[in-house]
């Protein structure tokens, strides 16, 4: 039997790149600039992201900006928030179509994603609650594969077909996330369980708290703030790391169900979508810790311990501070800071005195940071650092915080598949440098 731990070893020994031969042979690492700025892949018409604010060429500000189809998501926002809507539909439209949505058009998208919010029959039961598990994400992967099964056209990869995978799987996405879990809750927890099928008449958001909560109820304000993160999570450019899984296995020719799989296992990583996780527990930590949650020099010297691994998981690392692409501030944490304190009010004085001390780590610790480490560009909270938070005031289990990431993001995925699909003849393939020596073939006898 081989000695794993022994080859192991071997594996970090032979397979070890120096760092000097990126610099040597000018590869980027992680396709990325030390600026964050990263290597130009390909072209989309689907969303922009930009370090500061542009127009055409020039720079007008040092602050982030993101839109979505050309609208900054600052303007999206406004838009339905005004007339008191939810956003998630109307901006799903937008990405998929390229074109903001007329009434007509947009009740009709709506009627169809909640008509489209149904399982096959007992699919709950012989898939979802025979094995359940503690990450909801395998869970997800292994229920969109499974549904390619009772398809009989999930190889027809034409636009037409895939548009019709695409809006099926954004229907029924919270269904298996928050199904996934009540059968975990119950399987493994032995906790009570219910299946709850949301009305139709319901939003994207309003389905889900209604999906999760035994009594089905929840507040308008609630609604819209789970509504906000989804539209905020639900496109971030082609190059984030699931977007570009996404593109590349499009570019195979493979069928909806096995591309949007490989999605969800990139976001599932926790240096994509599983870092409002490690947020929570960084700021339960830090509160457990600090005598004075409103004592700046305090908490500065806390943030200082953590980067310096003494506390906490020991990594160095304040979760939710800084971005690849966004230095001064990331648009999506500046949009949705206002919908949290909002919710932190409605929820009391201990979710407000939380909110305040999210408030003041983030003013803090990019100080910290740059004092600490040498950085190329500035550091800002992402919008990481306050989701973990609000799902928290909205007591959605943390095995649920990257699938509602998931739930999000399918919109985007489904407009990067759809556009890659229109517009891609090749095969996406990078080049990778050989860096090793040349070795002559040993007999076996002889080595």
């Known amino acids: 039997m081989l000695d794993l731990e022994l080859m192991a070893e071997v594996c970090r020994q032979k397979d070890y790149l120096d760092a000097s031969l990126f610099t040597k042979h000018n590869v980027k690492k992680g396709l990325r600039d030390l600026d964050g700025k990263g290597v130009l892949a390909g072209l989309t018409n689907i969303s922009t992201i930009h370090p500061q604010k542009m127009v055409g060429d ?27 809507r939810l956003g998630f539909e109307e901006v799903s439209y937008l990405l998929l179509f390229g074109e903001l949505p007329t009434k007509k058009q947009l009740d009709d998208f709506t009627e ?30 292994r229920s969109i594969l499974t549904l390619g099964c009772y398809d009989k056209k999930t190889d027809d990869i034409s636009i037409e ?14 269904m298996i996330a928050v199904y996934s879990y009540h059968a975990y809750n119950h399987y493994a927890k032995g906790e009570s369980m219910y299946i709850h099928r949301p009305d139709a008449s319901l939003s994207t958001a309003e389905a889900i708290l209604t999906m999760l909560r035994p009594d089905k109820k929840y507040t308008f304000q609630e609604a819209q703030t789970l509504d ?14 699931s977007t570009f ?24 990583g926790p240096k994509h979508g599983g870092a409002n996780i490690k947020v929570t527990q960084m700021m339960d930590d830090l509160k457990n810790n600090l005598k004075d949650p409103e004592d700046d020099e305090e908490i500065a010297a806390y943030l200082e311990k953590i980067l ?40 009391g004085a201990c979710a407000e005195a939380d909110f305040n001390l999210y408030r003041r780590v983030e ?63 090749k095969i996406i393939r990078p080049a990778y440098m050989e860096v090793s020596s040349e070795l002559d073939y040993t007999p076996i006898s002889d080595r």
């Open 58 to 84: 020039e720079v007008i500000s040092n602050r982030g900006e993101l839109r979505y189809r050309g609208i900054d998501v600052n303007d999206l926002v406004k838009g339905f928030v005004s007339e008191a």
């Open 112 to 141: 169809t994603i909640a008509k489209r919010r149904t399982l096959p029959t007992n699919f709950v039961r012989d898939v979802i609650m025979k094995a359940p598990s503690h990450n909801i994400m395998n869970m997800m992967s």
């Open 161 to 174: 077909n895939v548009l019709d995978q695409s809006l099926s799987l954004i229907s029924i996405f919270p």
């Open 228 to 241: 906000m993160a989804l539209v905020l999570h639900m496109e971030h450019g082609g190059g984030n790391n």
């Open 245 to 268: 899984t996404t593109r590349v296995v499009t570019s195979s020719g493979t069928d909806t169900y096995s591309t949007i799989a490989a999605a969800l296992g990139s976001l599932k």
């Open 308 to 347: 310096s691994k003494e506390v906490f998981d020991k990594q160095g690392l304040i979760y939710g501070m800084g971005h690849a692409i966004y230095a001064e501030s990331d648009p999506r944490a500046e949009v949705f800071k206002r919908y949290v304190e909002k919710l932190a009010s409605e929820k």
């Open 363 to 425: 003013r803090i610790a990019p100080e910290v940071i740059s004092k600490r480490r040498k950085v190329y560009k500035g550091v800002s909270a992402n919008i990481d650092f306050f989701s973990g938070f609000v799902y928290h005031m909205l007591d959605l289990p943390q095995e649920l915080y990257t699938p509602m990431f998931a739930i999000a993001r399918i919109v985007g995925w489904s407009a990067h598949r759809i556009e890659e699909l229109v517009n891609a003849q």
